[in-house]
C-alpha cells in the first residue's frame, strides 16, 4: 500500500509538472518536467546541447544564424548557402563548393573549372591557370605562354616575341643579358662583357677590357690601342704601326720601319709637302690637300692643309665619312665609337646607331644592344626613361619589371603596399599567397584566410583538428579548453566531448564525475538528468532513485515519495518542516505554500501568474491566481481531470504583447525590438531600416539604408552604382559623373561626360563648349551660356556657370554654394550655428551637395513661408536696380563696338570651343589681328583657376594700332578679356 501511494505521489507530482512544461517559451524545451533553456545560439531545440537545435533565425545580438544539422551556425559550411527566408543551409548546385545562392557559384569541387559561375569539366586554355581559391580559369601574366597555378604572374614559358627572365616575360632582355630567339629565354652575357647579343658576340666590355672585334680584351692587337672613354679598340693612324692614340704625333713604331721622332713617323730627307719614295729615294710631291705626306702615295697625309680634315685612310678630305666625325682642333677625322652611324664632336655623343641584323638603341650617346636599367626600348630606337616609381621596364614607360627601393612590384606597377592574397618576396615583388590566404607574410606563412577557411600555426585549413574550435568569426581554430576532446567554443562549458582525464560531459562541462541530480549514460556518453524526485540516481526512472530531495524519503522500491501514511488532499500541500498537509489560498486550484503567491495551478476564469528568471532556467519567485493576465503574458487553458485551468504563459522575450509563445506571435515587441514581418528583432536586417516600432523596408535602389527614399542609401546592391556626394544609389552614372570601381565620381566641372575627373578627362561637352584634346573650352564667360542662336546669354543669378537660363541648370556654383548632383540646382552651405532647413553639408574635396537631413514637415512650411515673404520684400528694389544696371551697360556695350577699343593686348579669355589656337570672341576676329611679336606658343596658352575652370591667354592688337601693355596677372584677372 505504502509503495502504491508513493508511485501514486510521484505520478500526480509529474503530471502537474507535465502540464505546466507545454507552455514553455521560445528558446526554452521541457525536460525531466520543467522548462530549461536552449543552447544560446538555438531559436528552437529539443534539448540544451550546442547541436539539439530544431530551428534557428535572429538571435539577441542582431546576427542571423542558420540551421545546420542541428546547430544554429554564422556562417554555412562549404558546400551550402544561407537561405534568409527560413535561416536554414540549403545545398549548393552540383559539383559547386562555395555559392551565395543556389544560381550562382564561387569556387568548384574537383576537376570542375569555374565559368561564368557554373561549374563545368573544360580544361583552361592556353595562357590560362586554375585560380586555387575559385578553380576559376584567369589569365597568366602578358607574355606568359604558361605559369604557375599557385600565381599567374609566376611565368614558366613565354609566347613568341617575349623572353623569359626571372620568371617574367619581357619583350627586350635587361643589360648584362642577350635574347635567345629559339629558346626564347633571357641568358646572361659572357664575362666580361656587359652588352652582348650572343654569347660569341659582344657590344660593350666592362672596365678594363677593350672591344675587338665582337670580344673583350685586355690589349689591343697591332694597329689599334685603347680608347679608354669608351673601352673599344680603335684605329692608329696611317703611318703608325703601333700606336696610343688616333693622332699622328700617337706612333709607338712606324709602318716603314722608321722610328717616330716626338711621336710621329717622319717622311726622312724630304721638305714639308713632299714624301720619299723609298723605290729610288727620292721626293715627290704630296696631294694638293696634304700639308705633310709619307706615301708612297701623294694620297698618304700625315697632316692636311686648311678646309681640310685628315681621314682614317690617310686621305685629306672636306668632310668626313659616315661614322666619323670632325676634330677642328686636330683636324683629324675622328671615328665614332663602335656602334654610331654619325655622332658629332666626340666618340661617345652618336646622334644614330648602325642599322644592322641585331637592333641598338640609343641612349645619352652610345648605342646599345639593351638599354640601361631604368630606361625601355622604344620603336623609335631610343631608350625612354621609365616611370619615376620603376626601377627597370618594358615595351612602355609604366609597365615597371622592378620597383625603387620602398615599393613592390604588383601587375606592372609599383606600389608602398602589395594588394590583398599577395606577399613583398626579398626581390621586391609581389608574389601571390598560398592557396586560401587572405594575407601572409611570405610564401609559407599564413596571417588571414580566404572565407571559410580557419588559420592555424600560419596554414589555411578547411577544417580544425580534433582540440580545437572552429571560430569563423575570426577565421582560426583555437584551443578548446584542457577538459574538452572537442568543442564549440573556449569555455569551460563548451565542450562537445570530452578528455579522457574528465571523461564526464554534462550541459556542456566535462568532470571527472557526473554532478549531483544526474547519472552516467554509457550509450550517449554524457551524464542524463535524474528523474525530478531524486538528488541522486542510477537511471531516468523515478525508480531508479538513489536519494531523495528535501521532503521526499527514499521507500524500499527505489522511489521517493511523500512522508507520512498518504499524500496531501485536494487545496492543500505538504509543509517541507512539518511534513503535514496544510490548506492553500482561496484562489489556488493547487500549491506549494500558503500564500496567494504559492498557486501551482488555477481553474478558470483565474489564470496562473508565473513571476520568474533567469532567462534559460525558470526560478519560480510568485505563483498567482489572476483574472487578467499580465502584459508579456498570454491567456491559454488545459483539461486536466475535468477542470479548465488556466494559465498567464509568457511571451517570448522579444514581445511586449502577444497572442501565443513564439516569437511569430508578438502583437507589439520589447522596447529596442522592432517588428519585422511576424518577428521582433533587435537590428533591422539588410535592406531594412529602423522606424519608430518597425523595421521599414528600403528604397528598392538601396541595400543598406538609414530611411525612407533613394536618398537614404547607406550602401548599394552589387548591380547598382554609389552617387558620389549623394546616398543614392544608381545603375548607371549620369551626365558628369564616371565610373570608378563602384562609384559615380563627379567629372571636372567643365565636362558633360569625361573618363576621369581631371581638367583632360573630358569625353563630351555641354552646348556652348568645344572639346580638344580631352579639355571642354567655354564660348562664353563666366555667368553665361551660349543659346542656341549663338548668343551668349545670362545664366540663373544662383549659378557660376551654366547649360541654360534655369536655376535647375547650374553647372558649377558661387562661393559658399554648392551643386546639387541630381537636381543641377545651386545650394547654400549650410551654417552650424544656424538653423536652416534647404542647405548643403560642404566640403573641401568636391564641388558638390551633400544634403543636410530634413526638418519636420510643419517646421519646414513654416521656414519656406516665412522665406518667400523675405525675398519677396528684398526682390522688388533689386529688381529696380538691376534694370538701371543692364540699360547702362547695353549703352555702353554698344558705344564701345562703335569706337572698336573693345579688346586689349595679351589679355586672358576664358577658353573658347573653337580648336583653332587663334580664334576668339567673333568680334576680337572683326577688331583685332594677332600680333607678329607675340611668339606663337603664346598665343594658346593654358591656365586654370582654383575651381577648375581653364583660361587662355592671347596677343590682340588694337585696331587704331595704339599700344597697351600686357596683362600678366594670371589669377585676379583670368576674366579681363571684354567683348
Known sequence: ?????????????????????????????????????????????????????????????????????????????????????RFTCEPCMVNC????????????????????????????????????????????????????????????????????????????????????????????????????????????????????????????????????????????????????????????????????????CPAVGCVEGQYMDAADSKCYSCDVSCKTCFGPQALDCSSCRTGYFLDQEGACVEHCPVGYFINPATQLCEECSANCESCEGAPEKCLSCKKGPFSLFLHQGNCWSNCPEGYFESAEGTCEACDSLCLSCDEDKSNCMSCAVGLYLENGRCSPNCSVKYYPDVAGTCRRCPAHCHTCTDGKTCKACSYLYLLLNGVCKATCPKGYFEDFDQGTCIPCHSTCASCSGTEHDDCDSCSSLYPRLYEGQCSVECPA?????????????CDRTCAGCTGPELTDCTKCKKGLALDPETMCGATGDSNCPPKTFLHDDQFTCMACHKQCKSCNGPSANDCQTCALPNYLYNEFYPRYIFHF???????????????????????????????????????????????????????????????????????????????????LCSGPGPQACLSCPPHMLQLDGTRQCVEHCPERFYQENYKCKQCHTSCKTCKDYILKGCLTCDWGSTLQNGICYPRCEEQRYLSEDEVCKLCDSSCRHCSGPGPNQ???CKPKFALHPTEKRCIECCESEVNQTDCCLCTTNSALCIERPHPEPERRLMSENSLALSHVSATVPALVMLVLVITLAVLGLYQARARKKLCWKLSYERLSGSADPNASYRCDMQHGVPDPDDSADEADVVYTSRDGTVYRRYNFIKAQDEEAEGHEDQAANLNKARC
Open 810 to 812: 547650374c553647372v558649377s
Open 97 to 264: 563548393e562555395l555559392c551565395a545562392d543556389a544560381k550562382v557559384c564561387a569556387k568548384c569541387t574537383g576537376n570542375y573549372k569555374l565559368q561564368s559561375g557554373v561549374c563545368q569539366t573544360t580544361e583552361c586554355k592556353e595562357g590560362q591557370v586554375e585560380d586555387p581559391e575559385t578553380g576559376e580559369c584567369i589569365d597568366c601574366e602578358t607574355g606568359c605562354e604558361a605559369c604557375s597555378a599557385g600565381d599567374p604572374e609566376l611565368c614558366k614559358s613565354c609566347m613568341e616575341g617575349y623572353f623569359l627572365y626571372r620568371h617574367q616575360c619581357r619583350r627586350g632582355c635587361p643589360q648584362k643579358t642577350y635574347g635567345d630567339e629559339g629558346r626564347k629565354m633571357c641568358f646572361s652575357c659572357p664575362t666580361p662583357c656587359i652588352d652582348c647579343r650572343s654569347d660569341s658576340l659582344c657590344l660593350s666590355c666592362q672596365a678594363g677590357h677593350y672591344l675587338s672585334d665582337g670580344s673583350c680584351v685586355k690589349q689591343c692587337p697591332d694597329g689599334t690601342y685603347g680608347e679608354p672613354n669608351s673601352w673599344h679598340c680603335e684605329s692608329c693612324h696611317g703611318s703608325c704601326q703601333t700606336c696610343h692614340g688616333s693622332l699622328p704625333k700617337n706612333c709607338d713604331s712606324c709602318t716603314h720601319g722608321n722610328l717616330p721622332m716626338y711621336g710621329q
Open 621 to 703: 519567485l510568485s505563483s498567482r491566481c489572476l483574472r487578467v493576465c499580465s502584459a508579456g503574458t498570454f491567456e491559454s487553458s488545459e483539461e486536466a481531470d475535468g477542470v479548465e485551468l488556466g494559465f498567464c504563459s509568457a511571451c517570448d522575450h522579444v514581445c511586449a504583447t502577444c497572442t501565443g509563445a513564439s516569437p511569430k506571435d508578438c502583437t507589439t515587441c520589447s522596447s529596442g525590438y522592432f517588428k519585422f514581418m511576424r518577428l521582433c528583432i533587435l537590428h533591422c536586417p539588410a535592406g531594412y531600416y529602423r522606424g519608430t516600432t518597425r523595421c521599414e523596408k528600403c528604397d528598392p535602389s538601396c541595400r
Open 517 to 529: 541530480g544526474t547519472y552516467y549514460e554509457s550509450s550517449a556518453n554524457k551524464c542524463q538528468e
Open 1 to 85: 500500500m505504502k509503495r502504491l501511494q508513493g508511485l501514486c505521489f510521484a505520478l500526480c507530482f509529474g503530471y502537474v509538472q507535465n502540464t505546466l512544461a507545454l507552455f514553455c517559451p521560445s528558446g526554452q524545451f521541457a525536460l525531466k518536467h520543467q522548462c530549461v533553456g536552449c543552447h544560446p545560439t538555438c531559436w528552437e531545440c529539443n534539448g540544451h546541447e550546442l547541436f539539439e537545435c530544431t530551428k534557428c533565425g535572429v538571435g539577441e545580438d542582431g546576427q542571423e544564424r542558420f540551421f545546420h544539422r542541428g546547430r544554429c551556425r554564422l556562417h554555412c559550411p562549404r558546400g551550402f548557402y544561407p537561405e534568409q527566408d
